[in-house]
């Protein structure tokens, strides 16, 4: 791994593109190599790379971050630290839906259970182009975009204004009854993060679910905690 390191700086397109790759590989589901990663002082290259003009070599990159910090708070915050979350930010508005894919897959798992991420993830603008690709045609970049927005309000309340004033309620509304069964269970769950002690925002979704026919009741048939979150508590 510490030879990975300094490949991720040689000249070579090619060889760094593929040594993020090989990275992205050992980091999943491995603690122990996701901390030698860390040490190695890959990380502070693979945020360089995400600018890359290859493609490839930044989706490799997004996805070697992502996996680094996978349930991994101590890399979590180095990755933040090392102002990886404004160059992902701008890949949520690349045209390729892979990049797309990597990049909200990244803050997904940034965001998660760290609450340091999860307000720069929103002081850094992703939160509007997040809400936009909940219309994304691409199931992975949905559930992904859906994942991402529901460990960002988790218990933050800064995050669930901005995610309200994105205009994302109406989307997410919609998506319960899509016929899709992960993305009806992701959209239940976030905006059940969402209205996590916010009256305000509990009216305001029950106002869209009842203006859409036929929601309430497939909200009750199908999510049946949200429903008496919304309704009955």
């Given at each position: 791994?510490?030879q990975?390191?300094?490949?991720?700086?040689?000249?070579?397109?090619?060889?760094?593109?593929?040594?993020?790759l090989?990275i992205?590989?050992?980091?999943?589901?491995?603690?122990?190599?996701?901390?030698?990663?860390?040490?190695?002082?890959?990380?502070?290259?693979?945020?360089t790379?995400?600018?890359?003009?290859?493609?490839?070599?930044?989706?490799?990159?997004?996805?070697?971050?992502?996996?680094?910090?996978?349930?991994?708070?101590?890399?979590?915050?180095?990755?933040?630290?090392?102002?990886?979350?404004?160059?992902?930010?701008?890949?949520?508005?690349?045209?390729?839906?892979?990049?797309?894919?990597?990049?909200?897959?990244?803050?997904?798992?940034?965001?998660?259970?760290?609450?340091?991420?999860?307000?720069?993830?929103?002081?850094?603008?992703?939160?509007?182009?997040?809400?936009s690709?909940?219309?994304?045609?691409?199931?992975?970049?949905?559930?992904?975009?859906?994942?991402?927005?529901?460990?960002?309000?988790?218990?933050?309340?800064?995050?669930?204004?901005?995610?309200?004033?994105?205009?994302?309620?109406?989307?997410?509304?919609?998506?319960?009854?899509?016929?899709?069964?992960?993305?009806r269970?992701?959209?239940?769950?976030?905006i059940?993060?969402?209205?996590?002690?916010?009256?305000?925002?509990?009216?305001?979704?029950?106002?869209?679910i009842?203006?859409?026919?036929?929601s309430?009741?497939?909200?009750q048939?199908?999510?049946?905690?949200?429903?008496?979150?919304?309704?009955?508590?």
């Amino acid at each position: 791994i510490p030879q990975f390191a300094i490949l991720l700086e040689s000249g070579d397109v090619t060889v760094k593109k593929n040594v993020a790759l090989a990275i992205s590989n050992l980091a999943h589901n491995n603690l122990e190599n996701q901390n030698a990663v860390s040490k190695s002082g890959a990380i502070v290259h693979l945020v360089t790379l995400i600018g890359s003009d290859d493609v490839e070599t930044k989706q490799y990159a997004a996805w070697a971050l992502a996996n680094i910090a996978y349930n991994n708070k101590e890399n979590q915050n180095t990755i933040r630290e090392l102002g990886a979350i404004p160059r992902l930010t701008p890949l949520l508005e690349s045209e390729d839906i892979i990049t797309k894919g990597k990049a909200t897959g990244a803050l997904h798992i940034l965001a998660y259970n760290n609450l340091e991420n999860q307000n720069a993830i929103r002081e850094s603008g992703a939160i509007t182009h997040l809400v936009s690709l909940l219309e994304s045609e691409d199931l992975g970049v949905k559930l992904s975009t859906i994942g991402a927005l529901f460990d960002l309000a988790r218990n933050n309340q800064d995050n669930q204004n901005a995610i309200r004033q994105a205009g994302a309620f109406p989307n997410l509304v919609n998506l319960l009854t899509s016929d899709e069964i992960r993305t009806r269970e992701c959209a239940a769950t976030a905006i059940l993060n969402l209205a996590h002690e916010s009256t305000e925002i509990k009216k305001e979704i029950i106002a869209i679910i009842n203006s859409i026919e036929g929601s309430k009741k497939a909200t009750q048939e199908n999510h049946p905690d949200l429903y008496n979150t919304l309704f009955i508590e």
